[in-house]
């Protein structure tokens, strides 16, 4: 567990206080995956790197498994060190040395013998899918496969933490699939706690559990990735939703809906949680005497379960709508729309 109590990190800029880091409270569980995202300058890394007390804290208390690590002596927090592991956007391998060599590293540093090193890299290699290239250098490599060193190097002492700085910032949509998926991985079969950095959207929303978004170093809002994609409060967290989820109904589909009248039966149908998965829209027009006609919708998936909303007018008398709508009410959440307020 990664507890932040009050911590800052202040730096001084041309004689003034530059918070990067600002009064955060924030508490990482075991075995979570947690997503920091913000844009440039919010504070991230430096944020991330106070974990590892590459930045020490100005302010606050930074713990680990209840250990403040502003109060342990050099030995101590070297030992504290090696529970963690970090993983980079540009990697960081060391170029003149072979996949296998980069992976050993952190172990011969560490003073493991050499048989056990040897054994413990063909292990990890294996995890992360690369035994074939353990004797090749790190530019005989694609950027994912890069990256996969890198995990494999930040597993190989066996860390209870591993700390993502944008580590997939470099890599294409697909290859960035595939790293989230390993990563995901690494917590399933090691309970490693992961605490990962992005200023991209879509990366929390394929592996996180929970997220806290920054701005000027502070934390403007956390929560589960379901709260923070279904009622995002500050309109940062919303912009960022928006990324990857547009919320908003097109006005070309408001100014058609206007011209039909105001008259019309406009619905917005939001679908959470295991509600995505029922025939919610169907079901009502073989019960009714109603049709659904989709306007407009966005269903994405978050965490491998469907979420979303549909934006869809029923047609029929009046009491049949009532009664339709009293029914998709049971099981999903329904509000009208007014065509000019959306
Ligand atoms: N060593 C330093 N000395 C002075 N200012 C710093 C230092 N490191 C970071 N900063 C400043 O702190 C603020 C936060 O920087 P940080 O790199 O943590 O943000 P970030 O969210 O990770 O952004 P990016 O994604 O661009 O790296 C920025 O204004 C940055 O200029």
């Not at 530059?18 to 890394?45: H, M, P, T, W």
């Not at 206007?258 to 939001?270: L, M, Q």
């Not at 491998?304 to 007018?313: A, K, R, S, T, W």
């Amino acid at each position: 567990m990664i507890e932040f109590e009050g911590v800052s990190k202040i730096y001084e800029h041309n004689g003034n206080e530059l918070r990067a880091v600002d009064q955060v409270d924030l508490a990482v569980n075991k075995g979570e995956i947690f997503g920091v995202i913000g844009y440039s300058g919010a504070g991230k890394s430096t944020l991330v790197r106070l974990v590892n007390l590459l930045e020490y804290p100005s302010e606050g208390r930074l713990l680990v498994d209840g250990e403040d690590l502003t109060q342990l002596s050099k030995p101590e927090l070297r030992k504290v060190r090696k529970r963690i592991g970090m993983i980079f956007q540009h990697f960081n391998l060391l170029e003149s040395k072979t996949v296998r060599h980069n992976v050993a590293f952190p172990l011969a540093i560490s003073g493991v013998p050499k048989k056990d090193i040897d054994s413990r890299v063909e292990e990890i290699l294996e995890f992360v899918g690369l035994s074939d290239k353990a004797r090749q250098y790190p530019d005989q490599l694609s950027g994912g496969q890069k990256q996969r060193v890198g995990i494999a190097r930040a597993l190989a002492t066996s860390p209870d933490i591993l700390l993502c700085d944008e580590a997939t910032s470099a890599l294409d949509p697909e290859t960035t699939k595939s790293i989230l998926k390993l990563l995901r991985r690494v917590r399933d079969e090691y309970n490693i706690t992961i605490l990962m950095i992005t200023h991209e959207m879509n990366v929390v929303r394929e592996v996180c559990d929970r997220i806290a978004v920054m701005e000027h170093g502070r934390v403007i809002e956390q929560g589960s990735i379901f709260d923070l994609f279904s009622q995002p409060e500050h309109p940062t967290t919303k912009n960022f939703v928006r990324t990857v989820m547009e919320n908003e109904i097109p006005a070309s589909i408001l100014e058609g809906i206007e011209k039909r009248g105001a008259s019309r039966h406009i619905y917005r149908v939001t679908f959470v949680d295991e509600s995505a998965g029922q025939p919610v829209l169907s079901h009502v027009s073989k019960s009714y005497e109603v049709e659904v006609n989709v306007l407009f919708g966005q269903i994405t998936e978050l965490q491998g379960i469907p979420f979303g909303h549909l934006v869809v007018e029923l047609q029929g008398e009046d009491k049949e709508i009532v009664r339709a709508i009293d029914s998709i009410q049971r099981s999903v959440t329904v509000q009208e729309v007014k065509a000019h307020a959306g």
